[in-house]
């Protein structure tokens, strides 16, 4: 795909659970593609689409819709190729592989949710611009540089209810933003902790919103 949207939309008789749509074989990228993902109209359900092995040549994958995007082998980069969430993004995307790519992660809305390997985010700035970063997994060290460029939220959870993990991420560069820390649903006891293990920058005046777990 190159500089086309594929819109990926579940149909009106999915009334429960996932509408589906895997591509299982290499996806190469000749531009800049939009996904637009939208849940089944009459829904409890969502629409998950899966990207396998990802070359994405330099380009960077932009999400739109409500619904889910994961992949199930790790994308890799020819160059400086990245991934946005659109401000028209309110779903959900999963990165959980070894990735490579090495262009910047950028989150205007919607959720990303980093789990299972370090190297989910790649080998990428991020910059969060808005939405909701979510590490539902187990203590992980992303060495991602971070920039807050909106007002964001980063939510350290745990798998299943339990003792909070720590997450750890690289530099931190902020303005007159607020980033929200929030621990998740699942901490329910211990701590919900998150890491900017170098230096930080301000260049503003910056409101950190520190929340406890709900269930804590």
Do not use: E, H, K
Not at 39 to 52: D, H
Not at 60 to 86: E, F, M, V, Y
Not at 145 to 163: F, M
């Amino acid at each position: 795909i190159g500089g086309q949207t594929l819109t990926v939309t579940g149909g009106v008789n999915v009334t429960s659970i996932n509408a589906g749509l895997a591509f299982n074989g290499t996806t190469t990228l000749s531009g800049n593609p939009v996904f637009n993902i939208r849940r089944p109209p009459t829904a409890a359900a969502n629409t998950l689409l899966s990207l396998a092995g990802l070359t994405d040549g330099g380009y960077t994958i932009t999400l739109q819709g409500d619904g889910c995007i994961t992949q199930s082998a790790a994308w890799a980069s020819g160059t400086a190729g990245g991934l946005t969430l659109s401000s028209a993004f309110t779903g959900i995307g999963i990165v959980t592989r070894a990735n490579t790519f090495t262009g910047p992660i950028t989150i205007s809305n919607g959720t990303l949710r980093a789990t299972s390997n370090a190297g989910a985010l790649g080998a990428v700035n991020l910059n969060l611009a808005g939405g909701v970063l979510w590490f539902p997994g187990a203590a992980l060290n992303f060495n991602r540089p971070t920039t807050v460029s909106g007002n964001a939220t980063i939510i350290p959870d745990v798998a299943a209810a339990g003792a909070g993990d720590t997450y750890t991420l690289d530099t931190l560069a902020i303005g007159d933003q607020t980033l929200m820390v929030t621990g998740g649903v699942n901490a329910t006891s211990g701590s919900a902790g998150l890491t900017f293990d170098n230096t930080a920058t301000l260049s503003g005046s910056p409101t950190f919103d520190i929340r406890r777990p709900p269930t804590a």
